[in-house]
């Protein structure tokens, strides 16, 4: 099973839109809408931020949302914030009771 | 609320085998499977594997079969995660997390395992 992938870094200014990709194949991200994202600051646990492709946890602010076309999933977070500075990475279910993680993606606010 | 406390840090030797644990309160341990996931420094997230714990059915990612075994106990509503023949590149942070659906939600804080070369 390979990682999914994912750019090594976006960035953006505050209360600008960024939009991290996620790409597999039909056998992961493609396969299923079971495709989650995290958000893990420095030395912290990761945090869910995005599961079944576009719901999102109570106390998670609207800003972040999700999606998905073909083997590629996405996670777009307007209005930027100083707080969201932070790495994210999808995970999606491979089959078999097997998931995957994305290569992680640095997200800067300049 | 819930919340998966594992054991503490490990310091281990080339060939050690390792055992970590993680137990969840806030919620029924038998409802929910529960993943194992492990970060090397400055490295992405890496999925190891599962259990179920209410039938104590496992599934491990190629990677790690033959090395890696988790288990539970119902009884301590504790699961625990066992890697053996360590070496340095099994230096990492070992997470357990719970299994909600087809995904996880919640984790816990982590466990450093250092395996000097």
């Known amino acids: 099973q390979s990682a999914l992938t994912q750019p090594r870094s976006v960035s953006g200014s505050p209360g600008q839109s960024v939009t991290i990709s996620c790409t597999g194949t039909s056998s992961d991200v493609g396969g299923y809408n079971y495709v989650s994202w995290f958000q893990q600051h420095p030395g912290k646990a990761p945090k869910l931020m995005i599961y079944?492709?576009?719901k999102r946890p109570s106390g998670v602010p609207d800003r972040f949302s999700g999606s998905k076309s073909g083997n590629t999933a996405s996670l777009t977070i307007s209005g930027l914030q100083a707080e969201d500075e932070a790495d994210y990475y999808c995970c999606s279910y491979a089959g078999s009771y097997t998931w995957v993680f994305g290569g992680g993606t640095k997200l800067t606010v300049l | 609320q819930v919340q998966l406390v594992q054991s503490g840090a490990e310091v281990k030797k080339p060939g050690d085998s390792v055992k970590v644990s993680c137990k969840p309160s806030?919620?029924?341990?038998?409802?929910?499977?529960i993943h194992w996931v492990r970060q090397a420094p400055g490295q992405s997230l890496e999925w190891m594997g599962w259990?179920?714990?209410?039938?104590?059915?496992?599934k491990y990612s190629q990677k790690f079969q033959g090395r890696l075994t988790i288990t539970r106990d119902t009884s301590a509503s504790t699961a625990y995660m066992d890697l053996s023949s360590l070496r340095s590149e099994d230096t990492a942070v070992y997470y357990c997390?719970?299994?909600?659906?087809?995904?996880?939600?919640?984790w816990g804080q982590g466990t450093l395992v250092t395996v000097p070369s």
């Open positions: 079944d492709v576009t």
């Open positions: 997390a719970r299994n909600a659906n087809w995904g996880i939600d919640y």
């Open positions: 259990i179920n714990t209410g039938n104590g059915n496992t």
């Open positions: 806030g919620y029924t341990f038998s409802y929910y499977a």
